[in-house]
T-cell receptor, first 115, second 116 residues
Framework: AQSVTQLDSQVPVFEEAPVELRCNYS??????LFWYVQYPNQGLQLLLK??????LVKGINGFEAEFNKSQTSFHLRKPSVHISDTAEYFC?????????????FGTGTRLLVSP | DVKVTQSSRYLVKRTGEKVFLECVQD?????MFWYRQDPGLGLRLIYF???????EKGDIPEGYSVSREKKERFSLILESASTNQTSMYLC???????????????FGPGTRLLVL
């Protein structure tokens, strides 16, 4: 079975500072990895995904994540955050199974950006 | 752009009522999903469907049922609503991935349900 651990439930940071949101997963098979963002009162929006190839994945809004197989991690980073990045971020893992994709989500990390 | 719409943003129902949550996607996706989102628990899969009239239980199907009569529409039904079903409900859809990279799930805006 797969599982996802997001180690921080809340991360406060000042505007223009760098940020890292941590995600670790466990799985006995090869996985796909995703980061989604949820702005207040909205659904989830895909930030980036790792399917294969380069372990450094670039996403929207200046975010990137690095897949580390040996550490089973997929941490999300941004070098300089904006107030508008305040949102909840979810890491998710899946593997392909007969054509449909079941996602297993972490519990989320709330990013709070202050001026 | 993929669009997933949900019939209501906010819903208030009484204990014991039958509740229907509707989800429609406009991108001809084969797969559709219903999740509930609760603070500190993340998103948990209730049911999913990979084709018309096909459904599979997710991780927390108890107290819920689903219906998929048309490809674009996936309904979540609470047969007899209870207070512990107060939650945010999110619908999502995705393609049957014939090509790597098509696996992304697209989410609707969510329905916040309050059961009194």
């Amino acid at each position: 079975a797969q599982s996802v651990t997001q180690l921080d439930s809340q991360v406060p940071v000042f505007e223009e500072a760098p940020v890292e949101l941590r995600c670790n997963y466990s799985s006995s098979v090869s996985v796909y990895l995703f980061w989604y963002v949820q702005y207040p009162n909205q659904g989830l929006q895909l930030l980036l995904k790792y399917l294969s190839g380069s372990t450094l994945v670039k996403g929207i809004n200046g975010f990137e994540a690095e897949f580390n197989k040996s550490q089973t991690s997929f941490h999300l980073r941004k070098p300089s955050v904006h107030i508008s990045d305040t949102a909840e971020y979810f890491c998710a893992v899946s593997h392909m199974n007969t054509g449909f994709q079941k996602l297993v989500f972490g519990t989320g990390t709330r990013l709070l950006v202050s001026p | 752009d993929v669009k997933v719409t949900q019939s209501s943003r906010y819903l208030v129902k009484r204990t014991g009522e039958k509740v229907f949550l509707e989800c429609v996607q406009d991108m001809d996706h084969e797969n559709m999903f219903w999740y509930r989102q609760d603070p500190g628990l993340g998103l948990r899969l209730i049911y999913f469907s990979y084709d018309v009239k096909m459904k599979e239980k997710g991780d927390i199907p108890e107290g819920y049922s689903v219906s998929r009569e048309k490809k674009e529409r996936f309904s979540l039904i609470l047969e007899s609503a209870s207070t512990n079903q107060t939650s945010m409900y999110l619908c999502a859809s995705s393609l049957y991935p014939k090509v790597r990279g098509q696996e992304t799930q697209y989410f609707g805006p969510g329905t916040r349900l309050l059961v009194l």
